[in-house]
């Protein structure tokens, strides 16, 4: 019996292993298969003129391969959704935490994630049938196609990543902190910014980590509303294009397979891979680093 029954605690573990594996062998794949063509990309293109050069023209006859004016319509619609859902997010989560009863935060908390649930290419029409109309209102000289719409409706999109789980970080912090506020004096607000939202800071700064790795890596929003159009420009009135729009663009097949044209897809995703996992790893390193803070 009791040896059964460790050949079935055997089993299990290794059933578990191979699941860890899985992400390991996913990631190692994606890398290894954005490495081949990237290699041979860059044989033929240089890499200071990908880094340094204002023109991402692959496909027309005047060829540029400067990935700046990519990076930046995804540096810039990213920054305009995390001014939207940071300050959004944070605050949901507080309120939920330190304002709501526990019935109404365990009612709204799940409807509140449904937003994540939602398919992008319905957020993407919002924004470009909603938002922008709306906007356009409010700036008449606002574009059909812009960053700005793209933008804020990604941030709509990322408010439950960070409100999820900063109100989780929120709950994680010992009662003993609320309790000393209000013995000095505090009142609810003041413990809630100034003393909860800063004992919770590492939980809530690894969200808002991972809801700018979730925007960064968007794709159907900012193809739909955002003009694809590589402009080098950080101005959110104007027309842009992301990394993801661009490789969506290529693989819709009017580009040859195992050209150059093709291969720029692989490198300008490796880009955005480098960014995200180097995003990642800033949120896994501040999680180690504070998950015993209040231990």
Known sequence: MANSSRKSEKLIELIMIACSLISVLTTLGIILVLSIDTIKFFAEVS????????????????????????????????IIATLVAVPVGISIAVYLNEY??????????????????IPTVVYGFFALQFVTPL????????SGFNALSPGIVMGIMIIPYITSLSEDAL????????????????NKLQTAFKVMVPAASSGIIVSIILAISRALGETMIVAIAAGQQPNLTLN???SVETITTYIVQVSMGDVPQ????????????IT????????????????????????
Do not use: C, M
Not at 135 to 142: A, D, E, F, K, N
Not at 171 to 186: D, F, I, N, T
Not at 285 to 291: F, L
């Open 135 to 142: 906007l356009q209102l409010l700036i008449p000289s606002l």
């Open 100 to 117: 709501a009863s526990k019935k109404f935060t365990a009612t709204v908390k799940p409807i509140l994630e449904i937003l994540a649930a």
């Open 47 to 78: 890499f200071f003129d990908f880094i340094t050069d204002t023109q991402w023209t692959p496909l027309f006859a005047d060829k540029h391969f400067g990935i700046l004016p990519l990076l930046a319509g995804t540096i810039l619609t990213t």
């Open 258 to 269: 195992d050209s150059l044209e093709y291969r720029t897809i692989f490198a300008a995703g």
């Open 236 to 238: 959110p009135l104007k």
């Open 171 to 186: 709950r994680a912090v010992p009662k003993s902190l609320r309790e000393a506020s209000y013995g000095l004096g505090a």
């Open 272 to 295: 955005l891979f480098a960014f995200t996992f180097i995003l990642n790893n800033i949120s896994f390193w501040i999680q180690k680093k504070y998950q015993n803070r209040y231990d």
